[in-house]
């Protein structure tokens, strides 16, 4: 079955400052992974995912996050926070095509980010 | 995103009475899928549907049926509502094999008293 870890429930950092948030995941293959983000009162809103190909990629909102097969990590990082972007970070596996996890998403515990201005 | 809308967006229910919470899309896209949010839980599906009456549990599906008669609409029951349902519910839709994102509606939030 696949998983996914989020190590941090809450990170602070200052505006400006640059910003990682991590992300493990569990799966026997190689996996869809996708960043989703959360303000408050909102719905999730897609930030980024890796299907396949260049381990960088790039998201909406100066996101980027890299996958690392040695590490089974899909870390999400930004060099310039804004205030803006004070809010709750979801990171989610998908299996691929096959059994019944076919296009099931399983999320993270969530990461919620605080911006100092 | 993909148009979806969820209604009610607040609930306040008793215990034991049945509630019908709705998602609605306007994408035609053929996955629609029930997560709850909880703290410390993240997003937990409840139920899932690849298509018009083809439905299938999640990981927490106890308490909770689900229908879709229309590629429209989504319905999640909860028979006899108890307080540990109280949560934030989210509908979300994908729109078919090749593509595995998944967009979400704003969510409701139902209180069981």
């Known amino acids: 079955a696949q998983s996914v870890t989020q190590p941090d429930i809450h990170i602070t950092v200052s505006e400006g400052a640059s910003l990682e948030l991590r992300c493990n995941y569990s799966y026997g293959a190689t996996p869809y992974l996708f960043w989703y983000v959360q303000s408050p009162g909102q719905g999730l809103q897609l930030l980024l995912k890796?299907?396949?190909?260049?381990?960088l990629v790039q998201g909406i909102k100066g996101f980027e996050a890299e996958f690392k097969r040695s590490q089974s990590s899909f870390n999400l990082r930004k060099p310039s926070v804004h205030w803006s972007d004070a809010a709750e970070y979801f990171c989610?596996?998908?299996?691929?095509?096959?059994?019944?996890?076919?296009?099931?998403?399983?999320f993270g515990q969530g990461t919620i980010l605080t911006v100092h201005p | 995103d993909a148009g979806i809308t969820q209604s009610p967006r607040h609930k306040v229910t008793e215990t034991g009475t049945p509630v019908t919470l709705r998602c609605h899309q306007t994408?035609?896209?053929?996955?629609m899928y029930w997560y709850r949010q909880d703290p410390g839980h993240g997003l937990r599906l409840i139920h899932y549907?690849?298509?018009?009456?083809?439905?299938d549990k999640g990981e927490v599906s106890d308490g909770y049926s689900v229908s879709r008669s229309k590629t429209e609409d989504f319905l999640l029951t909860l028979e006899s509502a108890t307080s540990s349902q109280t949560s934030v519910y989210f509908c979300?839709?994908?729109?078919?094999?090749?593509?595995?994102?998944?967009?979400f509606g704003p969510g409701t939030r139902l209180t069981v008293t």
């Open positions: 890796y299907f396949s190909g260049d381990t």
């Open positions: 979300a839709t994908r729109s078919g094999e090749a593509a595995y994102e998944q967009y």
């Open positions: 989610a596996v998908g299996a691929r095509a096959g059994g019944t996890s076919y296009g099931k998403l399983t």
């Open positions: 549907s690849y298509g018009v009456k083809d439905t």
């Open positions: 994408e035609n896209h053929r996955y």
